[in-house]
């Protein structure tokens, strides 16, 4: 049974960093691509960056520049190294791992940036 367990979250003050780690428990096989996304109080789930296998990235033009999603594919952790924090970043944040018969979903960790 694969899980998938978020940490690195917290509160922090605007213009600070935070590093969100996320790993896999379980096999995972024929794994497409991993990713971070995450929810605002009152809003629909967004995509913040991807990252596939082979080392490929792709970020929200909210967060390009700030946000840096890496992989460590032996260990099945995912990470988003998060600088200058706004406090429109505050939100939870939930990591996943997209195969090709299915998606996994951690249950989120919370980012709160205070002004």
């Known amino acids: 049974q694969v899980q998938l367990v978020e940490s690195g979250g917290g509160l922090v003050q605007a213009g600070g960093s935070l590093r969100l780690s996320c790993a896999a428990s379980?096999?995972?096989?024929?794994?497409?691509?991993m990713g971070w996304y995450r929810q605002a109080p009152g809003k629909q789930r967004e995509l913040v960056a991807t990252?596939?296998?082979?080392?490929?990235?792709n970020y929200a033009d909210s967060v390009k520049g700030r946000f840096t999603i890496s992989s460590d594919n032996a260990k099945n952790t995912v990470y988003l190294q998060m600088n200058s924090l706004e406090p429109e970043d505050t939100a939870v944040y939930y990591c996943?791992?997209?195969?090709?018969?299915?998606?996994?979903w951690g249950p989120g960790t919370q980012v709160t940036v205070s002004s």
């Open positions: 990252i596939t296998v082979g080392g490929n990235t």
């Open positions: 996943t791992f997209q195969t090709t018969n299915r998606g996994y």
């Open positions: 379980g096999t995972i096989v024929l794994t497409r691509y």
